[in-house]
């Protein structure tokens, strides 16, 4: 029975992983280079917008969700060796990447989604919206998906684990 549930645990935390990376995905690829197109116009757009939700609600919710799920999957599943530390380096990732981007990306935000946006220089804007590129989707989004990879391996081996046990009985 325990196996069982630390295999489900693994690819439920797998597939979380999967949901955030997309949500990381989304923001690098669409949100950013629409925030930045047109400085500063363009974020006054943006802010108006992101009024009722932004990308912030997504992840607020779903990190820390992600980072629970790990930590039930490496509790339940700790007599398995292999499985526990792939789950342990997939989340020390997953909180780096948070931590940099709490460092990083959120003294950031204050300037490009102020209010007081147009009355900023252009340079100081652009400067804010380098970090944003940098680091949420060239740093960001790679080490999300080494973290991913982690816990694939684990979910994958978990489940041959589960598979081997089973068949020798």
Not at 26 to 54: K, Q
């Amino acid at each position: 029975m325990r196996d069982r549930l630390s295999e489900l645990l693994t690819w439920t935390t797998f597939s979380l992983g999967v949901f955030v990376l997309g949500g990381a995905t989304l923001e690098g690829m669409v949100y950013l280079p629409n925030w930045f197109h047109d400085i500063p116009s363009s974020l006054v757009t943006a802010r108006e917008f992101l009024a009722v939700r932004n990308p912030g609600n997504f992840f607020q919710l779903f990190v820390p969700a992600l980072v629970v799920l790990a930590l039930a999957t490496i509790a339940i599943g700790w007599h398995r060796r292999k499985v526990r530390w792939a789950v342990v380096v997939g989340l020390l990732l997953l909180v780096a990447a948070e931590i940099m981007t709490f460092k990083l990306v959120y003294p950031n935000i204050r300037i490009v989604l102020s209010e007081d946006v147009m009355t900023r220089s252009i340079a100081e804007i652009q400067q804010a919206s380098q970090a944003f590129f940098l680091w949420g989707f060239w740093v960001r989004v790679p080490l999300m998906v080494v973290a991913l990879g982690c816990f694939l391996y684990s979910a994958r081996s978990m489940t041959a684990l589960r598979a081997t046990s089973t068949g020798s009985r």
